[in-house]
T-cell receptor, first 114, second 111 residues
Framework: KAGVTQTPRYLIKTRGQQVTLSCSPI?????VSWYQQTPGQGLQFLFE???????NKGNFPGRFSGRQFSNSRSEMNVSTLELGDSALYLC?????????????FGPGTRLTVT | GENVEQHPSTLSVQEGDSAVIKCTYS??????FPWYKQELGKGPQLIID?????GEKKDQRIAVTLNKTAKHFSLHITETQPEDSAVYFC??????????FGKGTRLHILP
């Protein structure tokens, strides 16, 4: 069974631009969570989607948004990029939503903002 | 909300020795505690997890213990090998809520 895939793997953007990252979960998994990973802050939860609905949300500004499609694939968008948005963005898939179930991570998208 | 503290931030052990990483959590309602291993250039990989109805779980060289009264849980790796070198994350969560991660422990296995 294929694992979680994320595209693109690397991205370089300029301050003020916007970016869209994509995540395809493991076949049969209906929940997708997004995390931001930085050396100083570790893994910070962004949001979780299940059945095209956001179920949980972390403490990030409104510039960070996401959505999920009927095939469970998910995208996250960051508008008006700032230098501090440079990070590894990870998505994780799970059979269902809520923190009680195993999550499986993709390889991440490395975003660099210049 | 939940807060997870993880110690130590860096750990060096001789190959063949044991390694122990400890985590504490703040929300007594948390009932799921996974551990992840992250190698360079890869996403975190789930290596073992424990739920609050058990006190210990083993999988070959890896074991996790949970003390719900004290609100702490630990990862034990025995007979360490070079491929165990990585960053390890603990996490805690409860039903219908997000998973909160510790800051990670960088484990170095010395030859």
């Amino acid at each position: 069974k294929a694992g979680v895939t994320q595209t693109p793997r690397y991205l370089i953007k300029t301050r003020g631009q916007q970016v869209t990252l994509s995540c395809s979960p493991i076949s049969g998994h209906r929940s997708v969570s997004w995390y931001q990973q930085t050396p100083g802050q570790g893994l910070q939860f962004l949001f979780e989607y299940f059945s095209e609905t956001q179920r949980n949300k972390g403490n990030f500004p409104g510039r960070f948004s996401g959505r999920q499609f009927s095939n469970s694939r998910s995208e996250m968008n960051v508008s008006t990029l700032e230098l501090g948005d440079s990070a590894l963005y990870l998505c994780a898939s799970s059979l269902t939503w809520g923190g009680f179930y195993e999550q499986y991570f993709g390889p991440g998208t490395r975003l660099t903002v210049t | 909300g939940e807060n997870v503290e993880q110690h130590p931030s860096t750990l060096s052990v001789q190959e063949g020795d044991s390694a122990v990483i400890k985590c504490t959590y703040s929300d007594s309602a948390s009932n799921y505690f996974p551990w992840y291993k992250q190698e360079l250039g890869k996403g975190p990989q789930l290596i073992i997890d424990i739920r609050s109805n058990v006190g210990e779980k083993k999988d070959q060289r890896i074991a996790v213990t949970l003390n719900k009264t004290a609100k702490h849980f630990s990862l034990h790796i025995t007979e360490t090998q070079p491929e165990d070198s990585a960053v390890y994350f603990c996490a805690a969560s409860k039903a219908d809520d997000k998973i909160i991660f510790g800051k990670g422990t960088r484990l170095h296995i010395l030859p």
